[in-house]
């Protein structure tokens, strides 16, 4: 079945550590977005690439980095520099070849830092 | 920029009545799509339904609809006969039509928790 994978669901982060969430899809899908869910505050774009090789940044990028190397693929590092790192993240993609498509998301990354 | 709000942080309806969540948004383009997304307790995103800005026949699907009103920057949701299962946190989000395969940022609002009662 295609669709959207990320992992792990749940992630723990020591401070100071770099830590990298995977969302892969199988979906042939050009774009790809990483979002960041608090309480109270919906979903907040970090990155988003609508190409291999190149990605822009979103609304809150400071303290992470992505890479798109391959058009499946699209890795969030949360770095040490993100001063609250803990939230849940989602990853989607969106269908190329029709304005109006949907995104898919995948199930989510829960991290927490301990 | 663009920029989606929703004013509503809770809600709460009685099984089988119907009710309105809103959504606002702010944007110099006219051309772009709007959506709304439901989020379950499981937190898999799903998406309820769709509108193209250049149509201005309003979009339904089954029991939602929507009241669209560009003019007004307004994409409301009505949910029909709700039930148990419509329980879950409501997305509002916009994307602008660039044209092409480019699509650019996909925005959300805030949400808006849904309690449907028995």
Same mark, same amino acid.
């Given at each position: 079945?295609?669709g959207?994978?990320?992992?792990?669901?749940?992630?723990?982060?020591?401070?100071?550590?770099?830590?990298?969430?995977?969302?892969e899809?199988?979906?042939?899908?050009?774009?790809?977005?990483?979002?960041?869910?608090?309480?109270?505050?919906?979903l907040?774009?970090?990155?988003?690439?609508?190409?291999?090789?190149?990605?822009?940044?979103?609304?809150?990028?400071? *303290?992470?980095?992505?890479?798109?190397?391959k058009?499946?693929?699209?890795?969030?590092?949360?770095?040490?520099?993100?001063k609250?790192?803990?939230?849940?993240?989602?990853?989607?993609?969106v269908?190329?070849?029709? *304005?109006?498509?949907?995104?898919?998301?995948?199930q989510?990354t829960r991290?927490?830092?301990? | 920029?663009?920029?989606?709000?929703?004013s509503?942080?809770?809600?709460?309806?009685?099984e089988a009545?119907?009710?309105?969540?809103?959504?606002t948004?702010?944007?110099?383009?006219?051309?772009?799509?709007?959506?709304?997304?439901?989020?379950?307790?499981? /937190?898999?995103?799903?998406?309820v339904? /769709?509108?193209?800005?250049?149509?201005?026949?309003?979009?339904?699907?089954? /029991?939602?609809?929507?009241?669209?009103?560009?003019?007004?920057?307004?994409?409301?949701?009505k949910?029909s006969?709700?039930?148990l299962?419509?329980?879950?946190?409501?997305?509002?989000?916009? /994307?602008?039509?660039?044209?092409?395969?480019s699509?650019?940022?996909?925005?959300?609002?805030?949400?808006?928790?849904?309690?449907?009662?028995?």
């Amino acid at each position: 079945d295609g669709g959207i994978t990320q992992s792990p669901k749940y992630l723990f982060r020591k401070e100071g550590q770099n830590v990298t969430l995977s969302c892969e899809q199988n979906l042939n899908h050009d774009a790809m977005y990483w979002y960041r869910q608090d309480p109270g505050q919906g979903l907040r774009l970090i990155y988003y690439s609508q190409i291999v090789n190149d990605f822009q940044k979103g609304d809150i990028a400071e *303290g992470y980095s992505v890479s798109r190397e391959k058009k499946e693929s699209f890795p969030l590092t949360v770095t040490s520099a993100q001063k609250n790192p803990t939230a849940f993240y989602l990853c989607a993609s969106v269908r190329a070849g029709m *304005g109006s498509a949907e995104a898919f998301f995948g199930q989510g990354t829960r991290l927490t830092v301990v | 920029a663009q920029t989606v709000t929703q004013s509503q942080p809770e809600m709460s309806v009685q099984e089988a009545e119907t009710v309105t969540l809103s959504c606002t948004y702010d944007t110099s383009e006219s051309d772009y799509y709007l959506f709304w997304y439901k989020q379950p307790p499981s /937190r898999q995103m799903i998406l309820v339904i /769709r509108q193209e800005a250049y149509k201005q026949q309003n979009a339904t699907e089954n /029991r939602f609809s929507v009241n669209f009103q560009k003019a007004a920057k307004s994409f409301s949701l009505k949910i029909s006969d709700s039930q148990l299962g419509d329980a879950a946190m409501y997305f509002c989000a916009y /994307r602008r039509n660039m044209g092409g395969t480019s699509y650019g940022k996909l925005t959300f609002g805030q949400g808006t928790i849904l309690t449907v009662h028995p």
